[in-house]
Each structure stands twice: as C-alpha cells, then as structure tokens.
C-alpha cells in the first residue's frame, strides 16, 4: 500500500502530462492546485473540455478554427480579399490577428512540407490555395512560414507554383529579434540578417 | 467581426491561464493542442476533472489527499508510527513518498506561519499534530518545510511546542543542491551550508 495508489490523481497527472511542455512534475503541480481550487473550477474546465470539439470547427474557406463558417475573417467583407496570407497552423491566424499588422485573407496550409517525416505537398491544402488565388484574383500571397527547413521548403514550392500565374510572392522578414543581442544570436539567424539587410534612408 | 470572437476557445484559454505557470501564451499553445488532438482526449480529461473532487477527499488523519479515509498510509501498519514527517501542503507526501527515504507517518499541516498574509498558528492543524504526537508517543518529528521564512519560522514555533513534550525535533538539510555549483548559489543558501556543514569521516 501506498501514497501511489491514489488513482484519481495519477490519472489526473497522466493526461495533463501529454500536453505540450508539460512534463510529470508540471502535470502534478496542476492536478493538485485545482485540487487545492474550489471545485467549481474543476467543473467549468471539465464543461469547456468536454464541449470544445463541437464548438470549433474548420473554416470550409481558409481551415482556420471557428464557431461558424464561413470564419468571421472570411466573411467580412471589408477586409482585403486580394492579399492572402499563409499560414502552417490554424493557430498561426490568432497570433498574426493579434499583432493587427495584416487586413487581408488566410489560408491554413496544414502543415509543412516534411518528407522525412512523411508529409508531402498532397498532405497539405495546396490545390485550395491555389484555387482560391485564381478565383479571388490574389494580387500578393505572404507566406508567414517558421523560418525553419520545412518553412524555407515549403515556402520555396509555393512561390514556383504562384509565380507561374503572376502572383507577387512574399515572405515574412527573417533576421535578428527586436530587443535581441548578436551575442545571442545563432549563426544562421545572424547570417540572414545580414543577407537581408534593410537600406538606411 | 474579428477573429477574437472564438468563444469557446477564448474561454478556455483564460481557464487555463488561471493555472499555475500557465500563462496567456501556453494557455493558448495548450487549447490548441487539445482542439488538434483527437476529441477523445478533451473527454476523458474532462470527465477526470468533473469527478476529481468527489473521488479525492482529505485523510482525516494526516490531512493528505486520498480515495479512502484513512489514507493508505495511516493504514499501513507497517509504517513506523513513532516517526513523524510534518509538511505543509498535501502534495508534500507524494514528493516525499517518491523519494523513498521515509517510512514513518505524515501530518499535513495545511500551510506556514504567515503573520503579513494573516496565517496564524491557529489556522494550522498543530492541535491535531499535538494530540497525534502524544497518542502514539511519536518519537521523532521531522520537519520537512522549505527553508524559507515561513517555513523557518513554522519549524521554530514547532520546535518549541514539541520540546516540552521531549519528542526529538529534526528538520531536512538545507545547503547546496547535488550537482549545483557554488558559483550560481545564493548568499543564505551557501551561508547554511557552512553552518550545517557535515564532518567527514
């Protein structure tokens, strides 16, 4: 017999430790503060974990997760229906809303390509996209990829099949963080900074 | 019309964030997550948290979590019961019971001394450590608070009740971490390990 066998916990501890950058200590920190919390915590979480899944949906236009669809971005009609801006991940559309730096389209591409992990150009949501630049007469596509090797690759693949209909294709700017320290910087970062250095005017 | 009208992932999100170490960003990365993962995962989550409080009640002898009352522990009679580890929080048990370094009984106090955040001794179970102590002729009582102030504080303020009943009182080592260094130790941590240091012999 002993401490380990309190079975509600442990489960408790065992599911919140396969969320990203959760690990068991984490975990275990968590189910005992909501432990610790009044209960009517734990049953609201519970409500909105339980109800998520049927609340959000995907966007059938651009993939992003939404309540209705069409999304309320592709729906409001004031935004700029000409630029289109891609994006790996649905999440990705929170984060570049939030910065308030874009007006125009998304598109969730669903991923990178990958091919050593198995993720090729027909994994993803390609042939929509391009559907949609021919359909909407998209002026520019800014592709706002991680700035990694799939990123780069994927970015790449996009930008030869845009140019082909006269498409400007962008690319969000790579280079040091603001508030960053070139002695912190690796060396890739750095050698991109100064490939795609700004003119002073 | 924006996409900040996400509701349902908006609320969790700030359910989240509410947890410990969790702030707006991971909240968000976590929510995402679980809107990825497959909807059966939110639903067992979920179903833990709605019957965590009921399958968890508090032992009503050493105040530890538990699904039975007396926890495994008190039941244990082969545990030491003249031996006695008094910790503040419940989750204190199961971090020292991970260790395996103790085998005797436990006694959750429920918190420090904390005059400026108005808790007093009486807002502890020291009445009950008392009367558990002289019951059972407890032999030894070890203090296992983190060395903070109010934890030194606490274990002088026990040290003082316990005496007079010639109960020996020991509290956990404090001083540097095993495989710290000494360069990225602060001041009162090397300062106690120079005062508690160990004679080699």
New interface residues.
Partial sequence: ?????????D??VT??S?????GKK?A?????????TD?S?????????????E??RRCSVCG????TDP???C??ITRDAHTMCVVE???D??II?ESREFNGRFHVLGGLIAPLDGIHPGDLSIGQLLERVKRNKVREVILALNPTVEGDTTALYLQNLLKEGGVTVSRLASGLPVGGDLEYTDKLTLSRSFRYRVRME
């Fill in positions: 017999m002993s401490v380990h066998e309190l079975n509600a916990i489960r408790l599911l919140l396969k969320l990203p950058g959760i984490s275990s920190r968590l189910a005992y503060h909501i432990l610790d209960v915590y734990a049953r609201v979480l519970a409500e909105q974990l339980a109800s998520l899944h609340a959000i992003s997760f939404t309540e999304c309320p971005i729906a409001d991940r649905a999440q559309v929170r809303e």
